[in-house]
């Protein structure tokens, strides 16, 4: 008498009904296993779309920066700074860069009528907006005249222009930059994205909104007076041109500075590639964590199961007498302890994506589910079930008929 696998359910859920408690205990190891599943997974992609999304916003993963590295030593008292000159000569030996902007900063204040604002000022050349791609929202930005002239001109963020002018018009006005009349051709546009993972303002680019620009050359002849340039940013044709031109760009600063690593040469591409791995690492760590979880609920469910069998051996018995096959009893267990697994899989599916916003909230990071994390999760589950059942179905399939119709 061959058992139907619409039979094989209707039995397991009626086994399943009929044992409430125990089948609680049994789920519970899979509900937590699969709620961890689904947390972590949409953990990961939050942070993966959130670290792309930062690298985008600040110039794309073509950016290359070169800026002092604090980790060295520099016993020999090598220059930790670039000359003009030397800035020049770097431009002229990578013309495959598409854009080029060394910069100075320095921190000042900045004063309009009887307000003032202190904050960073930066002398840059035109490449810098096309470099972090922020355009002006009102007025121009510096150009190339500007810099040859070393005009007395400044670009303002927005919450510069709102700290000195507020809702008044800060385009042909004069802002006093230590001492030294600047005549305000641009406002920034805003830059805003929300601050994952921290406390405090929750505009990450809040920092951007206050920053100044002027032309590097005025900086330098009308302003600070040091041709010392200790960073630069640059720009490749494209993404995969990117690694190629950083190899080149760190060779020909190591060469100026005789092999020493006085500088740093990243990039962003680079960076994204390794905070992807490290990211990686992260879910994997958690990934070990819930599949142990879902172990651990293998384990008790194969336990149960195996009580199961003891308690129904006789029913196995006379099922073996009537004409039941081996495989027919191997599945009708198969079958219910799969249904009980997938069970638990949905119930932690649910519960785990009714707490990421919970979760979000306390971390303060965007957890992102997808239709994929829903599977797998379900997946997994139902595969524990697989793995914890075989064992007993294949007992409770061995059993011998006469045996198990004496047993008590």
Excluded: C
């Amino acid at each position: 008498m061959a058992i139907s696998l619409k039979e094989n359910l209707i039995i397991g859920f009626s086994d399943f009904w009929s044992r409430k408690i125990r089948s609680l205990i049994t789920i519970i190891g899979i509900v937590l296993g699969t709620m961890s599943i689904i947390v972590v997974l949409a953990l990961v992609k939050g942070i993966n779309q959130q670290t792309m999304k930062w690298m985008l916003e600040r110039g794309g993963l073509s950016k290359i920066t070169v800026s002092r590295n604090w980790q060295y030593q520099n016993p020999e008292n090598v220059k930790t700074y670039f000359t003009w000159k030397e800035l020049q000569l770097i431009r002229s030996l990578i013309p495959e860069a598409k854009y080029f902007n060394p910069q100075q900063r320095h921190w000042v204040r900045q004063s309009y009528a009887d307000k003032e604002y202190r904050t960073a000022i930066y002398g840059v050349l035109p490449d810098f907006s096309k470099i972090e791609e922020w355009d002006v929202e009102d007025g121009r930005f510096i150009s190339d005249f500007d810099v040859e002239q070393s005009n007395d001109v400044i670009v303002i963020g927005t919450t510069v222009k709102e700290e000195l002018f507020g809702n008044k018009n800060a385009i042909g006005e004069v802002i006093t930059v230590e001492g030294r009349r600047l005549n305000v051709i641009g406002i920034m546009a805003f830059r805003y994205m929300k601050n994952s993972g921290a406390i405090g303002n929750e505009n990450a680019f809040s920092y951007l909104n206050r920053q100044t620009f002027v032309p590097l050359s005025t900086m330098i002849h009308k302003g600070t007076g040091e041709d010392e340039i200790s960073r630069f940013t640059l720009k490749a044709q494209d993404v995969k041109s990117a690694p190629a031109l950083r190899e080149k760009i760190n060779n020909i600063v190591l060469n100026l500075r005789r092999g020493l690593p006085v500088f740093e040469v990243e990039s962003a591409k680079e960076e994204a590639e390794k905070m992807a791995e490290n990211q990686k690492m992260f879910s994997t760590i958690f990934y070990i964590i819930s599949v142990i979880s879902l172990l651990v609920g293998a384990i008790v469910i194969a336990n149960i199961m195996l009580a199961t069998i003891q308690e129904r051996t006789r029913e196995i018995g006379i099922r073996l007498t009537v004409g039941a096959r081996r495989r027919d009893i191997f599945f009708q267990f198969l079958v219910q302890t799969i249904l009980v697994t997938t069970i638990g899989g949905i119930i932690g599916v649910i519960l785990g994506l009714s707490i990421l916003d919970i979760v979000s909230n306390f971390l303060g990071i965007d957890l992102i589910a997808s239709i994929n994390m829903i599977f797998l999760a379900l997946l997994v589950s139902s595969g524990i079930g697989f793995v914890s059942g075989i064992v007993p179905a294949i007992i409770a399939s061995k059993l011998d008929p006469v045996e198990a119709l004496r047993y008590e």
